[in-house]
């Protein structure tokens, strides 16, 4: 191996987790969940921005990862739907919804690496959706995004990380992906975060 190509003694997923780890606190951090989610009104407007990034980030990454059998049980904007529905907004209301402007991945290995970031919220959601329902009293209604997939979470996090590993062997995909992977994260803080409104709403 020369200096240039270090032993890597840890798979991609390490290495991607490490490298994304400033974006994820910048993203916790900025988001101020807990305040956030403090009123049911609060909740909404964080569902109704989460249903717009989804809508636009799900789309991009459908269209480079071109597995749909993989991608279906991990798409979550139905979800954001239905909690949006029971928190009272109407069908209408949700589909004028603001979306992020149209996002280009370049090739299935960005597009893991933007899934990385929507799957891997599925993690801290499981904390975040406990939170919520202790709060507000739902159960499962309501709380379908962050729910998320409940129990089969060790295990759909479990297959996404070995799919993942895949990428490891060409530096070349490993580095769209985790390129892609923090675009990701930046994109959705700047879109959660906005002080005011919804930015770039088109
Ligand atoms: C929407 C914003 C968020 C996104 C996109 C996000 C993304 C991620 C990602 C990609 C991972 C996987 C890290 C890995 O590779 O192991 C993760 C894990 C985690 N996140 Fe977040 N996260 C978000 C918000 C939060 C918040 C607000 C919290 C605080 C409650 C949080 C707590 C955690 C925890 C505790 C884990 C590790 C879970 C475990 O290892 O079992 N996340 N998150």
Do not use: K
Not at 5 to 21: K, M, Q
């Amino acid at each position: 191996m020369s200096p240039a190509n270090p032993i890597r003694r840890d798979g991609l997923h390490a290495r991607l987790r490490a490298a994304t780890d400033p974006a994820h606190r910048a993203l916790e951090a900025g988001l101020d969940w807990q305040a956030r989610v403090a009123t049911r009104a609060g909740y909404r407007d964080l569902l109704a921005r989460l249903h717009g990034f989804h809508a636009t980030w799900e789309h991009a990454i459908g269209a480079q990862l071109s597995d749909e059998t993989f991608l279906a049980p991990r798409r979550r904007l139905a979800l954001l739907a239905a909690d949006l529905d029971h928190l009272g907004l109407a069908p209408a209301a949700i589909a004028a919804l603001p979306q992020p402007g149209a996002v280009r991945l370049d090739g299935p290995a960005a597009a893991m690496g933007a899934l990385y970031v929507l799957e891997g919220s599925t993690l801290g959601g499981q904390l975040i959706g406990r939170h919520i329902a202790g709060l507000h009293g739902f159960s499962e209604t309501g709380l379908a995004y962050y729910r998320a997939h409940g129990p089969r979470t060790g295990a759909m996090w479990s297959a996404f990380r070995t799919r993942l590993e895949a990428f490891g062997d060409d530096p070349d995909a490993e580095a769209t992906l985790t390129h892609a992977a923090v675009a990701t994260f930046a994109a959705m803080r700047a879109w959660l975060c906005a002080p005011h409104g919804v930015p770039g709403a088109g």
